[in-house]
C-alpha cells in the first residue's frame, strides 16, 4: 500500500514539472528570484513567517554569544529543556561527543542537518545504546551563516527523527574575501585554556565570474578540567551540604571486609599502601572500621580536554544561465582525554565480573585474598577491596574522524527550480583506555602467588604490573550515504493567489559498526563494558507540499512523505498548517502532523549491551526469593514499530511597531509506541525461557531484556520569541531579543501500562525545568558594539530519589550573565573580549547527585566558572 504511495507522490512531482498549464500560471520570476527556502518547508518564498515556528540565530549572535563551539551554543537555547547528552557525561557510552535534544524528548527525536541534508550518526550511540544523534562537535562554528531551529515536528519534510523539531546548520554562501581570527580563553578559577584559530576564504562572484569557493579551518584546542580544580568539588566531601557525605572519596583503596566490618590494610608499622590515607569507613560507605581511603578528585574528569581540526568546503559552478554545479566537503578530527567516570584506577571488589569467552556469558571474578598470600593475616581466604594504583589511571581517548561529501545539480528554469544530489558521510570513532583494567588470569596468579606486593606496590616487579594491566580499543564506523532530487515553483493560480508547490524524492543507505575491544571477547578483562552494534537498512523516500492561498491574507499548507524502510517497513506523514495575516502586524498561525522515528540501528539490529547488578529471583532452586547475580542482556529487536507521534502547533506574531516582533506559540506531541527495555524484575518473576537463562538445576544464568514498543508520551508548553530594535542619532543602536519556553507538562508512565505521570519542573527523570530562557541587550555606538546575555534556568521540584526528597524540597533556579564587548576602530580589523558567567554563579546544588564528579546535575550545568576570552578577526 505504501509503496504506490511513493510512486504516487513521485509522478505527482514529474507531472508538476511538465505540466503545460502549471508553467501557463506560475508566478511572477521577480519573485522567484528574491525568495527562499525557509527550514520546514521545500517550498522558496519571501515571506520568512511561515505557519511553522522557526528561531534564526543569525551570525552577529553566534559572535556575540561568547560560545567558541556549535555545541556550547545549541545547549543554551530555551527549547533544549534537557535529557540531551554533553561532553561533559565522560562516562557514557558516547563520551567526548554532543547533541541535542528539543521538548526534552532526547537527541534521537531531533533531526540535525547541514545546509539541508542530513549527516551520518556519531558511532558511539548514547543512553545505553538506544540514543543516535549527529555529534555537534564535529560541526565547524567558523564556517556558520546562521542557525535556524524549527520548533515544530516536521516528518511530513524530513521524515525519522524530526519529531521534536530540526537545527538546519547553514554555512556562508557567495563569500568573497579573506578572513583570519585568533582567540584565546582561560577561567578564572584556572584550567580550560583554550585556544583557537580560525580561517575563511572565499574567492569568485557567481555571477561575474562564474564561479565561487568558499574555503574555512578551524583549529580548537581545550585544556581538561578535573575535579580538583573547583573549590567545591576538590575535597570531595560534602558534609555540609543537604544529603552529603565523604561521596567524593573511595572506602575501597586497600582494606578487608571481616564480618560486615572495614578493616584498613596496614604494614608492620600502622601504615596505609601509598596513594591512601587511614580513616573512617563510615563517612564514606557507613561501614564499622577503618580504611585505607583516597579522594578522587584528582582522578576525575569534570570536562574533558579537546582538540579538534575542521575544514569546510563549498564550491558553485555557473554551467549555463540556468544551471549550476555545486560541491561541498566538511571534515572533522577530534581528539579527546578525561578520566574515565568514576573509578579512575582498577578496583578488586565483590561484583566484579568478566566473559566466559567460550559461553558468552558474564561469570564472577573472585575478590577473596587466598589464605596462602603473604599479605593475608587472617590463615584463610578472605574478601578484600583494592585499588591497584599503579596499574595506572584509567585514561579515556577519543578520536573521532567525521566527513560529510555532497555533489549535486541545480537549476532555474523560468517557472522551477531543481536540485539533484549526492552524498556520503561517515563518523569513525577510535576510542583507547589506557590502564585502569585488568587482565583476571595474570591477576589471579598475581595474587595466589603474592607476587603482587599489596602493603609497598611500588616494589612490585614491573613485569607483574605489565602482565596485569590492559590498554584496549573499541572501534565503531557509522556511514550515510544517498540521492534525493527535489523540484520547486508554482503549481497554479487560484483566486488569491499563485500556488507554491515542493516535491522530492529520496534514497539513503544507513550502516552502524560498534565492536567491543577483543579482550573483552576473549574473557581477559575484569568488568567489561560491552556496546556491541551492527546493523543496516536502506530507505526510500517521497514527499510533495504544497502552499494555497486561500484568500489575500489566508493561507493553507499541506505536506506530505511517505517512507519505506527495509527493516521495519512503512511510514506515512501528513501535515496540515494555516498561515492567516489579516493586518500587517498580526500573523496567525497554526499546525497539525503526524510523525514517526524509526527504531535505531542499536535498537532493532544486531546489538548487545550488558549491564551488571543483581536481582530477586522467585525461582530460585535454593533458596527462593533470594538476591542473585545473573548476566543482565539487553539486544536488539527486528520487530519494532517506529514511535508514531501527533504534534500541533498554534500561535501568532505581532509586529505592533518598526523593529519589533513578539511570537507566542503552543506546541503538543503526543507519541505513541515509545521503545525502551522491559523490567529486569519483572522479567525473572515470569520466567519465560525466552527472556530468562538458567543451568540444569535452575539456577539463574542471564536476563534477555529486548527493546520493545512500550508506552506512550504526551508534552505541552509554549515558546516565547522577542525582537526589538531601536536606533537614535547620538546614543546608538539598540537591540534586545528573548527567548522563553515554558513547559507545560511532560507525561510519561513510570511502569509499562501504568497511569501517566507528570515529570515537568522535576527530576523524576531526567531532569526538566520548567522554563528556560535566553536574553540579549546589545548596542552599538561608533566604533563599539557590546552586548549582554542573560540566561535563565528555572527551579525544579527534588523528585529524583525519596532520600535527596527528604532533604531537599526543590533545586534552586540558576541565572548567568554573560558580556560581550568589540572594538572596530582599526580598519578591517575587530578586537573583542568576553566574559561568560560574570557573576561566577556556581551550578545549584542537586542532593540527586552528591557523588563522585560534581554535587550538580552535569547535563544540565558546569563548572567552567567565570570565563575570559579575548581576540581578534582580521578582514582582507
Known sequence: MLNRSLLALAIAATIAVTSPASAETAANDSKTLDAVRVTGSNIKRTDTETANPVQVIERQQLEQSGK????????????????????????????????????GLSQKNTLVLLNGRRLANYGFPSGGLSDTFVNLNALPLVAVERIEVLKDGASAVYGSDAVAGVVNIITRQG????????????????????????????????ASDGYNILVSLEGYNRDRLDQDERDLTRSGIYTDKAGGRWNGWSAKGARFLIGGKSVAMLDAAGNCPEGTVLTASGPIDGLAGNTCAFNQAPYTTLIPSTKRWQAYVNGTLRLSDSVDAFAEVIYSDIK???????????????????????????????????????????????????????????????RSRA???????????EKWDWEVGAFQAASQERETVAGGFANRWALYDALASGSYNLLNPSATDPAVLAAIGLSTLRPADSVLKGIDAKVSGALGETWAGSI???????????????????????????????????????????????????????????????????????????????????????????????????????????????AYGSVVDPHDPDVPGSRQNPTFFTVGNNNLDPERTR???????????????LSVDYYRIKLDNLIGSGNTTTLVAENNPANVVRDARGKLLAVYNRYQNLSELQTSGIDVELRQRWSTARAGDFGLSSALTYVIDYKRPQV?????????????????????????????????????????????????????????????????????????GIEKLTLYAKVQNIGDRQPPYDATFPGVRAPYDFSQYDLRGRYYTVGFDYRF
Open 68 to 103: 567558541a563551539t556549535v555545541a556550547d551554543l545549541l545547549r543554551s537555547i530555551s527549547a533544549n529543556t534537557g535529557n540531551a547528552a554533553n561532553e561533559t557525561s565522560n562516562s557514557g557510552w558516547a563520551s567526548g561527543s554532543a547533541g541535542i535534544g528539543l521538548r
Open 175 to 206: 563569500f568573497e574575501g579573506a578572513e583570519v581570527g585568533v582567540s584565546a580563553g582561560t577561567a578564572d578559577a584556572g584550567g580550560l585554556d583554550q585556544q583557537n584559530l580560525k580561517f575563511v576564504g572565499g574567492i569568485g562572484d557567481l
Open 336 to 398: 579527546g582525554v578525561s578520566w574515565f567516570g568514576s573509578s579512575p584506577f582498577f578496583t578488586l571488589e565483590s561484583g566484579r565480573f568478566a566473559l566466559n569467552a567460550d559461553t558468552g556469558l558474564a561469570e564472577p571474578v573472585s575478590s577473596n585474598l587466598p589464605a596462602g598470600n603473604p599479605y593475608n593475616p587472617y590463615g584463610v581466604a578472605v574478601p578484600i577491596e583494592y585499588t591497584f594504583f599503579n596499574l595506572g589511571g584509567t585514561l579515556k581517548t577519543n
Open 403 to 413: 566527513y560529510r561529501g555532497v555533489l549535486g545539480l541545480r537549476g532555474q528554469g
Open 500 to 610: 507554491g508547490f515542493a516535491a522530492g524524492v529520496e534514497w539513503r543507505q544507513e550502516k552502524l559498526d560498534s565492536d567491543n575491544p577483543w579482550q573483552i571477547d576473549a574473557g581477559l578483562q575484569v568488568r567489561p563494558a560491552i556496546a556491541e552494534v551492527h546493523g543496516q537498512r536502506q530507505v526510500t523516500a517521497a514527499y510533495a507540499e504544497v502552499n494555497v492561498p486561500l484568500h489575500s491574507t489566508l493561507e493553507l499548507q499541506a505536506a506530505a512523505r511517505a517512507d519505506h524502510y527495509s527493516d521495519f517497513g512503512d511510514a506515512f506523514s501528513p501535515k496540515l498548517g494555516l498561515r492567516w495575516q489579516p493586518q500587517d502586524w498580526l500573523l496567525v498561525r497554526a499546525s497539525a502532523s503526524r510523525g514517526f522515528r524509526a527504531p535505531s540501528l542499536s535498537e532493532n539490529s544486531a546489538s548487545t549491551s550488558i
Open 647 to 661: 504534534s500541533i502547533n498554534a500561535g501568532f506574531v505581532l509586529s505592533p511597531w518598526e523593529n519589533t516582533s
Open 752 to 824: 509499562t501500562g501504568g497511569p501517566l505521570v507528570d515529570y515537568a519542573g522535576s527530576n523524576l527523570g531526567p531532569s526538566l525545568p520548567d522554563t528556560k530562557a535566553t536574553t540579549t541587550l546589545d548596542w552599538a555606538l561608533g566604533d563599539w558594539r557590546t552586548a549582554l546575555t542573560w540566561y535563565y534556568t528555572s527551579s525544579y521540584d527534588q523528585e529524583g530519589s525519596a532520600a535527596a526528597k527528604a532533604v531537599q524540597k526543590d533545586v534552586a533556579s540558576y541565572s548567568q550573565f554573560d558580556l560581550y564587548l568589540g572594538y572596530t
